[in-house]
C-alpha cells in the first residue's frame, strides 16, 4: 500500500443501526466508520456487545427483522461503480447477487452453520448454481476445486459427507468453501475460529491468509482475541459501544495505542515477556445499559483519562491522526493539536 | 441405509410377536368362555338347553384344548387364511365385519391426513415467517378455537348447516338408496358428497393442532445459524425456508405417522358414531361392550400391527429425511 492511495472496496461512514425492542430503542451501532483496502485484512476487535457483528452483517443486509438502518452509508466499490448497500433493500436482487457472489461471510460455529441435512458438496454447489450460470456437472466441478483449494482431504468422499461426519476444522474449511465457491472480492469473517481450539485456529488462520494472497481477496476479520488480529490483520479497528474508538495499522494499535479504550484492552491481556503482574488488569467499571448510553463520549465512566466536563458532555469527533489512523477521543484531539502546534 | 432398513424389520418380528399374545390374552380375559356364555345366552332367550350343550360348543371350538394350542391355532388361521374367528356378536366370521370398515378407515383416515397436512405445514411455516404478522394472530385464534371445539360439536354443526343449508342428507356415507347400488359414477358423487364433511371436521380439527407445532418448530429453526448461512449465499427468503428449516422442523411428524395410524383407526369414534360412518371406531366400541372377543381381539391385533408397521415406515422415512440419524 506504500505511496498508492486506491479507493477502498469497502467505505461504511456513519452508520447507525437500532433495534426496537419492547424496552425501548438499543444503538447498537452508533456512527461507526470503517474502510476496506482491497487484498487487506482488516480486523475488528472489541468486547462482546460492541456492536462489531451487526456492523458486518450490515454489509450483508442480514440484520434481525427488528433492525433497521437508521443513517450512514455502506458503500462497496467494484470495478467502478459504487453501490451503496444501506440503500438497496433487503430482499432485492442486487443485494442477493452480492451475497454469496462478490461477498461471502463464514460464521462463529461451524456445528450448526453447516445445514445438518445436506451434503457438503450440496452446500458448496448451492452459491455457484446460484450465481454463475454453470451446469450442474460444472458447478460440481467448481465445487471439488474450491474443497480442494481449503485444503480438505478426499474430496469425493468429501462431496457427499454431511457436516456431523466432520472434525470442527474441517467444517471451518467447508465452511470457507462456500463462502469462497464464486471467488467473492470480499469475505467477512466473524469470529471463524472463536470455537476451535488453539491447533485448529492457527490452521485456519494460515489457510486464510493463504487464501486471501492466491484470490486477492480483502477480509474483514472480526474477533475479540488481540492474539488473533495480531496474526492476521494489517489494520485493526477497535470498537466500543457502538463506535469504532480508534482504527490504525496493527504495529501501531499493539505498539503506540492511543485511545484510552485501546490501551485498557492491550493491558487486560497478559503478556509473554511482560514483567510479572499479581493478576491480570480488567478495565474498571461496567459495560454501560445499552438503554441508557452515557451522555458525552461512551467511554467516560470507564476511562481514566475522563477529567474533564468536556469527556461527559460532548461525543468525540473523529480525530485524523494520520493518514492510516484515528480516534474518537478529547484527550486525542488535544494531543494531536499540541504536536501540530508544535515544531 | 440398507443394513439400517433390515435392522428395523428384525426389530419388529418380536414386537409382531408380543403383540399377537397381548391379543390373545384379551380373548381370553373374560370370565367363563364363549360356550358358557353362549348357553347362558340361550338360556336367557328362554330356549331349552339340554345337559352336556356346553361341553360339545367347547369341544366344537376347541375350547377344551391347551391354550398354547389355541393360540397357534388362531394364529395360524389368522396368518394362512385371514380368519380371524366369529363374531359373536354378529354370528358371522370378524373378517366379513371388519375388512370393508378397515378400508374405508384407512381411506378416509390417510385423505384426512393428508388434508390436515395440506392446510396445517404451509400455514405454520408461514406463521412462524412472519411471527406477530395479522395472518400469524388470526391462525393462532382459529387455532385456539380448533382445539377447544371437540370435534363430535363441529361434525353436527356442519351436518345440521350442510342439511338446512343445501338439504343435504348427511349422515353416513352414502344416501339410503345408494347404500346397496352397485359402485357407478353416481355413486361416487354421492360418496363425495358425503365424506366432505367428516374429512373437513377431522382435517380441521387435527390442522389446528398442528399449526402450533409447526409453527413453534419452526421458529425454533429459524433461529438456527445455517439459515444466515443460507442467506448470506444469496438465496431469498422462501426458498431458504422451505429448503433448510422446513424439512428439519417436519422431522417430529415424520416419526409421529407411527401413532398417526392406529389413533386414526380408533381415534375418530365419536365423530364416526355421530356421523354415522361405516368405520372402525363405532365397531370397535360396541365389540367392547358386548365382550365380543374374537372381534375385539382381531381389532387389537390389527391396531397393533398398524403401529408397528407405521414406526417402521416412520423410522425409515425419517432416515431418508435425516442423515443424521441414519449414522447413529
Ligand atoms: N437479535 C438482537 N436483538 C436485540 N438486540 C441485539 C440483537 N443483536 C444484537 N443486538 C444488540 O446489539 C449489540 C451489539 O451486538 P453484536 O454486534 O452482536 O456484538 P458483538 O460485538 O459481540 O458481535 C448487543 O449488545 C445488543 O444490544
Ligand atoms: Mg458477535
Same mark, same amino acid.
Request: proline letters at 6%; glycine letters at 8%.
Given at each position: 500500500?506504500?505511496?498508492?492511495?486506491?479507493?477502498?472496496?469497502?467505505?461504511?461512514?456513519?452508520l447507525?443501526?437500532h433495534?426496537?425492542?419492547?424496552?425501548?430503542v438499543?444503538k447498537?451501532?452508533?456512527?461507526?466508520?470503517l474502510?476496506?483496502?482491497?487484498?487487506?485484512v482488516?480486523?475488528?476487535?472489541?468486547?462482546?456487545g460492541?456492536?462489531?457483528?451487526?456492523?458486518?452483517?450490515?454489509?450483508?443486509?442480514?440484520?434481525p427483522?427488528?433492525a433497521?438502518?437508521?443513517?450512514?452509508?455502506?458503500?462497496?466499490?467494484?470495478?467502478g461503480?459504487?453501490?451503496d448497500?444501506?440503500?438497496?433493500?433487503?430482499n432485492s436482487?442486487?443485494?442477493?447477487a452480492?451475497?454469496?457472489?462478490?461477498?461471502g461471510?463464514i460464521?462463529?460455529?461451524?456445528?450448526?452453520?453447516?445445514?445438518?441435512?445436506?451434503?457438503i458438496?450440496h452446500?458448496?454447489?448451492?452459491p455457484i448454481?446460484?450465481?454463475?450460470g454453470l451446469?450442474?456437472?460444472?458447478?460440481e466441478q467448481?465445487?471439488?476445486?474450491t474443497?480442494?483449494?481449503?485444503?480438505?482431504?478426499?474430496?469425493e468422499?468429501?462431496m457427499r459427507s454431511?457436516?456431523?461426519?466432520?472434525?470442527?476444522?474441517m467444517?471451518?474449511?467447508a465452511?470457507?468453501?462456500?463462502?469462497?465457491?464464486?471467488r467473492?472480492?470480499?469475505?467477512?469473517?466473524d469470529?471463524?475460529?472463536?470455537?476451535?481450539?488453539?491447533?485448529?485456529?492457527?490452521?485456519?488462520?494460515?489457510?486464510?491468509?493463504?487464501?486471501k494472497?492466491?484470490?486477492?481477496?480483502?477480509i474483514?476479520?472480526?474477533?475479540?482475541?488481540?492474539g488473533?488480529?495480531?496474526d492476521?490483520?494489517?489494520?485493526?479497528?477497535?470498537?466500543?459501544?457502538?463506535?469504532v474508538?480508534?482504527?490504525?495499522?496493527?504495529?501501531?494499535?499493539?505498539?503506540d495505542?492511543r485511545?484510552?479504550?485501546?490501551?485498557a484492552?492491550?493491558?487486560s491481556?497478559?503478556?509473554?515477556?511482560?514483567e510479572?503482574?499479581p493478576?491480570?488488569?480488567?478495565?474498571?467499571?461496567?459495560i454501560?445499559?445499552?438503554?441508557?448510553l452515557?451522555?458525552g463520549?461512551?467511554?467516560?465512566?470507564?476511562c481514566?483519562?475522563?477529567?474533564?466536563?468536556?469527556?461527559?458532555?460532548?461525543?468525540?469527533?473523529i480525530?485524523?491522526?494520520?493518514d492510516?489512523?484515528?480516534?474518537?477521543?478529547?484527550?486525542?484531539?488535544?494531543a494531536v493539536?499540541t504536536?501540530s502546534?508544535?515544531? | 441405509?440398507?443394513s439400517y432398513?433390515?435392522?428395523?424389520i428384525?426389530?419388529a418380528?418380536?414386537m409382531?410377536?408380543?403383540?399377537?399374545v397381548?391379543?390373545?390374552?384379551?380373548?381370553?380375559l373374560?370370565?367363563?368362555?364363549?360356550?358358557?356364555?353362549?348357553?347362558?345366552e340361550?338360556?336367557?332367550?328362554?330356549d331349552?338347553?339340554?345337559?352336556?350343550?356346553?361341553?360339545?360348543?367347547?369341544?366344537?371350538?376347541?375350547?377344551?384344548?391347551?391354550?398354547?394350542?389355541?393360540?397357534?391355532?388362531?394364529?395360524?388361521?389368522?396368518?394362512l387364511?385371514?380368519?380371524?374367528?366369529?363374531?359373536?356378536?354378529?354370528?358371522q366370521?370378524?373378517?366379513?365385519?371388519?375388512?370393508d370398515?378397515?378400508?374405508?378407515?384407512v381411506?378416509?383416515?390417510?385423505?384426512?391426513?393428508?388434508?390436515?397436512w395440506?392446510?396445517?405445514?404451509?400455514?405454520?411455516?408461514y406463521?412462524?415467517a412472519?411471527?406477530?404478522?395479522?395472518?400469524?394472530?388470526?391462525?393462532t385464534?382459529?387455532?385456539?378455537?380448533g382445539?377447544?371445539?371437540?370435534?363430535?360439536?363441529? $361434525?353436527? @354443526? !356442519?351436518?345440521?348447516? +350442510?342439511?338446512?343449508?343445501? %338439504?343435504m342428507n #348427511?349422515?353416513?356415507?352414502?344416501?339410503?338408496e345408494?347404500?346397496n347400488?352397485p359402485?357407478?359414477?353416481?355413486?361416487?358423487?354421492?360418496l363425495?358428497?358425503?365424506?366432505?364433511?367428516?374429512?373437513?371436521?377431522?382435517?380441521s380439527?387435527?390442522a389446528?393442532?398442528?399449526?402450533?407445532?409447526?409453527?413453534?418448530?419452526m421458529?425454533d429453526?429459524?433461529n438456527k445459524?445455517?439459515?444466515e448461512?443460507?442467506?448470506?449465499?444469496g438465496?431469498t427468503?422462501?426458498?431458504?425456508?422451505?429448503?433448510?428449516?422446513?424439512?428439519v422442523?417436519?422431522?417430529?411428524?415424520?416419526?409421529?405417522?407411527?401413532?398417526?395410524?392406529?389413533?386414526?383407526i380408533?381415534?375418530?369414534?365419536?365423530t364416526?358414531v355421530?356421523?354415522n360412518?361405516?368405520?372402525?371406531?363405532?365397531?370397535?366400541?360396541?365389540?367392547?361392550?358386548?365382550?365380543?372377543m374374537?372381534l375385539?381381539? $382381531?381389532? @387389537? !391385533?390389527?391396531?397393533? +400391527?398398524f403401529?408397528i408397521i %407405521?414406526?417402521? #415406515?416412520?423410522d425409515i422415512?425419517?432416515?431418508?429425511?435425516?442423515?443424521?440419524?441414519?449414522?447413529?
Open positions: 500500500m506504500a505511496g498508492e492511495n486506491p479507493k477502498p472496496i469497502i467505505e461504511i461512514e456513519n447507525k443501526v433495534f426496537k425492542m419492547r424496552e425501548g438499543v447498537a451501532v452508533d456512527g461507526v466508520n474502510s476496506l483496502m482491497p487484498g487487506e482488516l480486523g475488528v476487535v472489541g468486547e462482546s460492541s456492536g462489531k457483528s451487526v456492523t458486518v452483517r450490515t454489509i450483508m443486509q442480514l440484520l427483522k427488528i433497521s438502518i437508521a443513517d450512514g452509508k455502506v458503500l462497496f466499490n467494484d470495478n461503480t459504487t453501490t448497500i444501506a440503500k438497496l433493500a433487503k436482487r442486487d443485494m442477493r452480492l451475497r454469496g457472489g462478490k461477498i461471510m460464521f462463529q460455529e461451524p456445528m450448526t452453520a453447516l445445514s445438518p441435512v445436506h451434503t458438496g452446500q458448496v454447489m448451492t448454481l446460484l450465481h454463475t451446469s450442474k456437472r460444472e458447478a467448481r465445487a471439488k476445486e474443497l480442494d483449494m481449503v485444503r480438505l482431504p478426499r474430496i468422499e468429501m454431511y457436516p456431523h461426519q466432520l472434525s470442527g476444522g467444517r471451518q474449511r465452511m470457507i468453501a462456500t463462502a469462497l465457491a464464486c467473492p472480492k470480499v469475505l467477512i469473517a469470529e471463524p475460529t472463536t470455537a476451535l481450539d488453539v491447533t485448529t485456529e492457527a490452521q485456519i488462520l494460515d489457510l486464510l491468509k493463504e487464501l494472497r492466491e484470490l486477492g481477496m480483502s474483514v476479520f472480526i474477533t475479540h482475541n488481540f488473533v488480529v495480531a492476521i490483520a494489517d489494520r485493526v479497528s477497535v470498537m466500543y459501544l457502538g463506535n474508538v480508534e482504527t490504525g495499522t496493527t504495529e501501531d494499535i499493539f505498539y495505542p485511545h484510552p479504550y485501546t490501551r484492552l492491550l493491558n491481556i497478559p503478556r509473554l515477556g511482560a510479572k503482574q493478576r491480570l488488569n480488567t478495565i474498571p467499571g461496567m454501560p445499559d445499552p438503554y441508557r452515557p451522555a463520549c461512551v467511554f467516560n465512566p470507564r481514566s483519562a475522563a477529567t474533564d466536563q468536556l469527556c461527559r458532555t460532548t461525543y468525540p469527533g480525530t485524523r491522526i494520520n492510516h489512523r484515528m480516534a474518537r477521543c478529547h484527550r486525542v484531539a488535544e493539536a504536536e502546534i508544535a515544531p | 441405509m440398507i432398513i433390515l435392522n428395523r428384525a426389530w418380528v418380536p409382531l410377536f408380543l403383540v399377537s397381548a391379543s390373545f390374552a384379551v380373548i381370553q373374560p370370565p367363563g368362555d364363549f360356550a358358557s356364555a353362549m348357553v347362558a340361550m338360556r336367557t332367550q328362554g331349552v338347553v339340554p345337559e352336556g350343550t356346553e361341553e360339545r360348543i367347547r369341544h366344537e371350538y376347541g375350547l377344551d384344548r391347551p391354550i398354547y394350542e389355541q393360540y397357534v391355532s388362531w394364529m395360524g388361521k389368522i396368518v387364511h385371514g380368519d380371524f374367528g366369529t363374531s359373536l356378536g354378529f354370528n366370521p370378524v373378517s366379513n365385519l371388519i375388512w370398515r378397515l378400508f374405508l378407515t381411506s378416509i383416515s390417510l385423505a384426512s391426513l393428508i388434508l390436515t395440506v392446510i396445517a405445514i404451509p400455514i405454520g411455516v406463521a412462524a412472519r411471527q406477530y404478522s395479522f395472518l400469524d394472530y388470526f391462525f385464534i382459529f387455532g385456539f378455537i382445539r377447544g371445539f371437540p370435534e363430535f360439536l363441529s $361434525a353436527l @354443526i !356442519l351436518m345440521w348447516f +350442510a342439511y338446512s343449508w343445501f %338439504g #348427511v349422515g353416513g356415507l352414502f344416501s339410503p345408494m347404500q347400488a359402485w357407478s359414477l353416481a355413486k361416487v358423487i354421492d363425495a358428497n358425503h365424506l366432505w364433511i367428516p374429512l373437513l371436521v377431522l382435517a380439527s387435527g389446528a393442532g398442528l399449526i402450533r407445532i409447526v409453527r413453534a418448530n421458529l429453526e429459524l445459524p445455517y439459515v448461512t443460507a442467506l448470506s449465499q438465496l427468503e422462501w426458498s431458504v425456508i422451505w429448503r433448510y428449516p422446513v424439512r422442523a417436519l422431522n417430529p411428524f415424520i416419526s409421529t405417522i407411527g401413532w398417526a395410524l392406529p389413533a386414526l380408533s381415534g375418530d369414534v365419536i364416526s355421530v356421523l360412518l361405516p368405520t372402525t371406531g363405532p365397531l370397535l366400541l360396541k365389540a367392547l361392550q358386548s365382550q365380543d374374537y375385539s381381539g $382381531a381389532f @387389537i !391385533l390389527i391396531l397393533g +400391527a403401529t %407405521g414406526t417402521i #415406515v416412520s422415512l425419517l432416515a431418508i429425511s435425516d442423515p443424521r440419524i441414519r449414522y447413529r
